[in-house]
């Protein structure tokens, strides 16, 4: 084992000539060849590191040889004379010990209190090495024994100081390396409370260094400090997220660009590369920033404005990978704010256009951002007749749609729901049609799953809860009612959620105010079991109300 | 640098064999115990196989899927999920604030069956006069439809009626505004108090 670790595993981790060359003259392909480990496993020295692990973790014992090899380097490096250190030899020590991480900090193992010593003495003193890999490594060392815990907190101290100094370094991996360590370290409290301090700074280096290189995880970095400086950075909120965004716009435009060179090319290229999961982790960055944010609506409603160019560019290029995180940004502005303002109307017909021109398999993700429309939005939908026929123009060609499966009707049947409660009064246009389409369905052969008839029913009892006559006479003209009544109340338990049950409430309620004459001769004499059906409910809310599911969204009194 | 690097240096040797005493051999557990190994210890399961073994159990799973949203594999297994819980039961979630939130529902059954109005929860939206107290404006239909009840679903009712009661006391008393717009889940922060 000696042998094969000093002549074929060591040779192999320590850097080439063409390692080196790349270090210095074309740094982001030097990121990108140590950092995406994961798209080469044919690589030499990544199958060098498989192997350690691999090794290290099924055979302990093997560990030590390991260690007592990389040892033998460090101390070699340690004392030798300047002009005899081989920072190559030094770096692919360090670079072996960062492999084995997990395995010595592993579970009882005996060596991990050992480990903060070998940091002090053998990787504190490469962030000042005069090689920039070296320097590089020390970070990546650092980043590998992310679970370490250190006891002298002056260690972290001295680890503080200098991953900040390696994030202003000359060269651009030391930068990204140290960014990447940095991230991990948060979990000390000494280091995160003098990071409140430093937070805005950092994060400018971070955008920085997210513009100079495509790395995924730096967005992930960013991401994390947003919510976990959030109170620190709210002040900066806005000019952070302009910056976001033009990060954002600049991936997405080298996207696009390279995208039309395929097209040309008669390439098809429709996955996820390094560019996507970057602009993706941006979005994701913007919309945790969002987040900290719902409780500044005001600063919220500006954001709006600065993140128009980003919900355009994203939907009207048909980006879809990355339309969740856009439509969830939408969400959250408009949940936030209680209100549309013009700026996300505007967004609105994005996502209508968006979803016309074929993302209808997207409406599980525009969906909580849609609802928000219509709940906070029914004045002007009431006012906006496009706007209304837009929404339910929606939930129609959800249910007519074939390709469509049962998730994507749920989602339908949802959004309209909230067109019958937010819209009381102003629909009854459209409420025969919410009807047809949901007996259609509720009475079709098709084999449908439990929760996807729930929703069904309870598009039909909404519509009953909004208008009983009206609701009634459409069940009526169709020969559904004796249908529908004798379905509903043999499936009263399951409506089990709190909504259900006030919902069927509410339903029953106001068909028990219909007066005689309204009520169809087909239910007349099942009638009475409108109060049992009722009984059974209130007799099953209490408990509903009580389960650990439920969150009230609202706390009356 | 500071101290602990100079006590480091100290060290005479970071030599973890030489450290490392066979006593505390057991200490390190883990998926293998070395403490049982020798030097003709069994091979370790091929990882790569393993691996070949779960795709293809990944691919027999999606061969079963509709397919759909080929390119957003969490959508995809979100999918398999509903179709294999099919009967598990609706799970309480939204964020969203419904008005059926906000509805009482006591309150609103008792308006409806005994017309006391001391609270109209709903706008009714029926052209028709639909929000009449059934017991007076339809003796005879409220007498069709009670009569069948049982003397346990008509302690129900009443109970119902009971609590909308209680719930409108309680809400004449503390009539002070007081609310909270509670939203537990969405934000990390009691934000979203008024």
């Known amino acids: 084992m000696e042998t094969l670790i000093s002549h074929m595993l060591f040779p192999i981790l320590c850097q080439s000539d063409e390692d080196l060359e790349l270090f210095q003259d074309d740094p982001a392909e030097y990121l990108h060849r140590k950092l995406n480990f994961y798209e080469e496993v044919s690589a030499p020295d990544i199958a060098a590191t498989n192997f350690l692990n691999t090794l290290t973790k099924s055979r302990r014992k093997q560990t030590f040889i390991v260690l007592q090899f990389v040892n033998n380097i460090v101390n070699k490096y340690e004392s030798a004379p300047d002009e005899q250190k081989d920072p190559r030899e030094k770096e692919g020590a360090l670079r072996m010990i960062g492999t084995l991480a997990p395995v010595i900090l592993g579970k009882k193992s005996p060596i991990a209190d050992q480990v903060e010593l070998f940091f002090v003495r053998h990787v504190f003193p490469e962030f000042r090495s005069p090689h920039g890999f070296l320097r590089a490594r020390a970070c990546d060392t650092l980043e590998k024994f992310e679970r370490l815990d250190f006891k002298d907190p002056q260690n972290l101290v001295v680890i503080y100081r200098n991953i900040l100094d390696s994030m202003a370094d000359p060269e651009l991996p030391v930068r990204v390396e140290a960014a990447l360590a940095l991230q ?201 007749s496009a706007y209304l026929e837009a929404v339910v123009d929606m939930v129609r060609v959800i249910f007519k749609d074939d390709k469509v499966g049962g998730v994507d009707r749920i989602c339908g049947c949802k959004l309209a729901e909230i067109v019958m409660l937010s819209l009381r009064g102003h629909i009854d246009a459209y409420v025969p049609e919410l009807v047809q389409l949901a007996m259609v369905h509720l009475t079709s052969e098709e084999v449908k799953v439990k929760s996807y008839k729930i929703y069904l029913m309870e598009m039909v009892i909404n519509a009953i809860y909004y208008n009983p006559v009206l609701a009634l006479h459409v069940l009526e003209s169709n020969n559904w009612t004796n249908k529908f009544f004798s379905l509903w109340f043999s499936n009263m338990d399951s409506f089990t959620r709190v909504h259900d049950k006030k919902l069927a409430i509410a339903a029953i309620t106001s068909l028990l105010t219909l007066r005689a004459q309204d009520v169809p001769v087909s239910v007349q004499q099942g009638w009475p079991r409108l109060l049992q059906g009722i009984v059974r409910l209130f007799q099953t809310l209490p408990a509903a109300m009580k389960s650990k599911d439920y969150f009230p969204n609202y706390l009356q009194s | 640098m500071c101290v602990d690097r100079e006590e480091a240096t100290k060290e005479e040797n970071f030599d973890l ?69 099919d009967d598990q039961e609706l799970e309480e979630e939204s964020l969203l604030e419904t008005p059926i939130d906000k509805m009482e529902p006591y309150g609103m059954f008792k308006t409806a069956l005994l017309r006391k109005p001391f609270h109209v929860p709903f706008k009714c939206s029926s052209k028709t006069d639909c929000c009449i107290g059934l017991q007076q404006e339809q003796p005879q239909m409220y007498e069709n439809l009670t009569k069948n009840l049982n003397p346990e679903e008509q302690q129900v009712i009443q109970a119902a009626v009971n609590q909308a009661d209680a719930i409108a006391q309680q809400q004449t008393a503390e009539s002070q505004p007081q609310q909270t717009n509670g939203h537990a889940i969405h934000s990390p922060e009691p934000a979203r108090q008024l």
């Open chain 2, 17 to 85: 064999a030489h450290e490392y005493d066979e006593d505390e051999e057991e200490e390190w557990e883990g998926d293998a115990d070395w403490e049982n190994e020798n030097d003709e210890a069994e091979d370790v399961k091929d990882e790569s196989t393993a691996y070949l073994e779960f795709l293809n159990e990944e691919v027999s799973l999606n061969l079963s899927l509709i397919p759909r949203r080929s390119t957003n594999d969490v959508q995809a297994q979100k999918f398999s999920l509903f179709q294999d819980e």
């Open chain 1, 184 to 384: 991990p370290l948060i979990r000390h409290e000494v280091i995160r409370s003098a990071m409140q301090q430093n937070i805005p700074v950092i994060m400018q280096q971070l955008l920085k260094l997210a513009n100079e290189v495509d790395v995924d995880a730096l967005a992930n970095v960013m991401e994390d400090f947003v919510e976990v400086f959030a109170q620190e950075l709210t002040p900066f909120a806005v000019a952070l997220c302009e910056q976001l965004r033009d990060t954002y716009l600049r991936i997405v435009k080298d996207l696009l660009e390279r995208n039309q060179q395929k097209d040309e090319e008669g390439l098809y290229g429709d996955f996820l590369d390094d560019k996507s999961i970057t602009a993706l982790g941006v979005l994701q960055t913007i919309g945790t920033l969002i987040l900290t944010l719902e409780s500044t609506p005001d600063v919220l409603l500006h954001l709006e404005t600065i993140l128009t160019p980003l919900i355009t560019i994203t939907l009207e290029n048909k980006l879809y990978d990355l339309y969740n995180e856009v439509f969830e940004i939408i969400d959250s502005c408009t949940f936030a704010a209680k209100s549309i303002s013009p700026t996300m109307w505007h967004a609105f017909e994005l996502i209508h256009r968006t979803f016309k021109a074929g993302a209808e398999l997207y409406l599980e993700d525009m969906l909580p951002a849609l609802e928000n429309f219509v709940n906070y939005g029914a004045d002007t939908l009431v006012q906006n």
